[in-house]
């Protein structure tokens, strides 16, 4: 399987999650893992942006010949839906009523707070959107009088 290692044990991934782990550089697992005791600042859990999941649908929703189980890397995810690179590399967005379970197979990106590569992404896009929103304002009709209210 794989050699990937969390907190120097050796970590079992399946097939398809290799494959992905070798995409992705193959990041030492070692402190990507969950931790659920402790010292309330120092846990960290749940499902993050590049997690590999494997994600049980209602088999009521789905065409008879359908595999129920959908396997891969979250690349998304809004209130009614959650985007995922299969493990065929078919791009998925799969609505959060179908799916009945979700199973984290592993991380590959450090918590949200502490993945300085993430918050500069989020910084320089707010950044961005701030430019695209002034720019917006110059351009739109009745410039100047946005501020009038009657």
């Known amino acids: ?9 050796e970590i079992d991934l399946p097939p398809w999650a290799t494959s992905f782990l070798e995409d992705y ?12 005791h402790g010292p309330l600042l120092d846990r960290k859990y749940g ?8 994600m049980l649908l ?14 891969g890397m979250m690349v998304g995810g809004r209130s009614s839906s959650i985007d ?11 609505s959060r009523d179908a799916i009945v379970e979700v199973r984290l197979v592993t991380h ?5 707070i502490e993945d300085e590569e993430l918050l500069k992404f989020e910084k320089d896009d707010m950044k961005r ?3 695209v929103h002034e720019m917006a304002e110059k351009t739109s009709e009745g410039h100047g009088n946005n501020l009038s209210w009657g």
Do not use: C, W
């Open 47 to 54: 499902l993050r942006k590049d997690d590999l999941v494997e």
């Open 58 to 71: 209602d088999r009521r929703m789905l065409p008879d010949d359908r595999d129920p189980v959908i396997r």
């Open 25 to 36: 550089g193959s990041p030492s697992l070692d402190e990507l893992g969950d931790v659920f």
């Open 129 to 131: 959107r701030s430019e």
């Open 108 to 112: 590959l990106r450090k918590t949200y």
């Open 84 to 94: 995922v690179l299969d493990e065929n590399g078919e791009f998925r967005s799969i």
């Open 1 to 9: 399987m794989s050699d990937a290692t969390r907190g120097g044990k």
